[in-house]
């Protein structure tokens, strides 16, 4: 069993930055691909980034390559927000799995209970 945290988010200007952390407890945190997806209000839920569980490996969503940057240590992920705009506005979530790192959600199995991040115009 793994339970996460979501801390970090708030409201922010356009073109700001944001650090979003996720900490998890729980047996062998380490093990576990970690992933930050978010919801924006009457949109589905969305893949973000990835991160193996060596931090070897990332993957992110095509649109926020370049911006966004996920990281991890032994007990948190992380993902660093730069240069945010208004569409960026939604509830994020971080997530974990075994296996291989993963763009869909119904392939994580535990979530954290998300925190909102809105970007001003």
């Known amino acids: 069993q793994v339970r996460l945290v979501e801390s970090g988010g708030g409201l922010v200007q356009a073109g700001g930055s944001l650090r979003l952390s996720c900490e998890a407890s729980?047996?062998?945190?380490?093990?576990?691909?970690m992933g930050w997806f978010r919801q924006a209000p009457g949109k589905e839920r969305e893949f973000v980034a990835a991160?193996?569980?060596?931090?070897?490996i990332t993957d992110y969503a095509d649109s926020l390559k370049g911006r966004f940057t996920i990281s991890r240590d032994n007990a948190k992920v992380y993902l660093q927000m730069n240069s945010l705009k208004p569409e960026d506005t939604a509830v994020y979530y971080c997530?974990?799995?075994?296996?291989?790192?993963?763009?869909?959600?119904?392939?994580?199995?535990?979530w954290g209970q998300g925190t909102q991040v809105t970007v001003s115009s």
């Open positions: 729980g047996r062998s945190f380490s093990r576990y691909v």
């Open positions: 997530a974990a799995r075994m296996g291989p790192t993963s763009t869909r959600d119904r392939e994580y199995d535990y």
């Open positions: 991160i193996n569980w060596s931090g070897s």
